[in-house]
């Protein structure tokens, strides 16, 4: 016997891209998925990202997601180098500190982009390469 449109769950096409990871955070907040090798969590809570252990939304759908490390959210992401599950932790920081670890970011890519513009950009050998008389222009 077979159920009728109204039974039956929303039908998604295989290959059909789906935002599985997709979440909403607290205000305030920034989110992050921080997989679950070589340190990375450690690293990340170290940095000021916290564990997110209940009442969020993931993906599309309606349910948490599976949890493990004392009931956090996580999903599967892949498999490891030795086939192991690979597993995502979702992690949030305040905003304000993740705005400062921003401008750090972009102020360490500001010196590289004023070295290219410059010339003044070493290679592996130490040597600065060819500079146009007039400098370069970046647009």
Known sequence: M????QDRKKRVPLGTPRMKLSVEVPQGKV?????????RIDAATDGGYELVRTGVHVGEDAESGNSSLDSCVSRRVGVQDDGEPLTAYLMVIDKDL??????????????????????????????????????????
Do not use: C, M
Request: hydrophobic share 25%.
């Open 31 to 39: 989110g992050r998925w921080v997989n679950d090798s070589a340190g």
């Open 98 to 139: 993740y705005d400062e670890d921003q401008d750090v970011k972009q102020a360490e890519l500001d010196k590289v982009a004023e070295a290219i513009k410059t010339g003044k950009l070493e290679n592996n050998l130490g040597k600065h390469g060819y500079t146009p008389e007039g400098g370069i222009s970046v647009k």
């Open 2 to 5: 077979s159920r009728g449109k």
